[in-house]
């Protein structure tokens, strides 16, 4: 079979519709119940096949291109498994914002491993590729799995669930991250359970109906986030005046997303909330990846 030399690849961001932190664990991770969902929006990659060597490199100069990136520690850690000898220039094409909840980083490493696992014919199994995503981070194992899923565990264990929900997303990243770790550090449980079951998201999910997705949505780390940054409160509010039917903080934020029944109904609520907070904020109307239009 001739080689090919380059590849191009999508790899899409994500929205956690629900997050339950069930509580830390003695391994100082946190055990989750997490329902996160792929979408049609994501970063661009290119893999250009080389003699030796790996190398990437990004349009955006504020992500770190070397070993501490998790696109090039999942190239390193799929030749290594293999022994494969060949190399690759990684080329990424950065259009998920950093830091924002939306699983970037963890998308890219999903990506570089089953992509570099066609280019470079390295034969890597599922079960491998899924045993060398959960090594690397906790949201890999869920984009190797390609669809909406529910994740456990620290969120390497996943279950793909049906997911026919047509509504449009429309995403809002108020131009800063909040490191993951701040995040978890400054959560704490709950005195009262308020959150909604997640059998309620997960028919919802299945049924394509909106009303129930909006009531099912909940995320455990909104409690920290918004206290420290209010305006993430302010935004969602600002969402659902202009007819989201619910509205939440994606991951350890900082963007927050609103469901709306159409494209056209988000894109008018797009504008004007850039009216609202200002041009500087960013907007992206998209859709749950794979599901009916």
Known sequence: MPTQAQLKVFSPAK???YLNILGKRADGYHELETVMAPLDFGDEITLQLRKTGLVLECDNPNLPTDESNLAYRAAAALRAAT?????VKIV???RIPLAAGLAGGS?????VLTGLNRLWQAGASPEKLNELAAGMGSDINFFLAGSAAVCRGRGEQVEPVPC???????LIN???GIPTPWAYRHWSPPLTASRPDVTLLRRGLAEDDLDAVARGLHNSLEAPCLRKFPVLRLLQDALREQGAAGALMSGSGATVFGLFRDRAAAERAAQIVREQF??????QVTRIAGTAR
């Open 15 to 17: 929205v956690n519709l």
């Open 83 to 87: 022994g494969i000898e060949k190399g």
């Open 92 to 94: 990424l094409r950065k």
């Open 107 to 111: 998308s890219n490493a999903a990506t």
């Open 164 to 170: 026919r929900l047509s509504a449009t997303v429309l």
């Open 174 to 176: 108020p131009g800063f």
């Open 278 to 283: 200002g041009p500087s904020l960013w907007t």
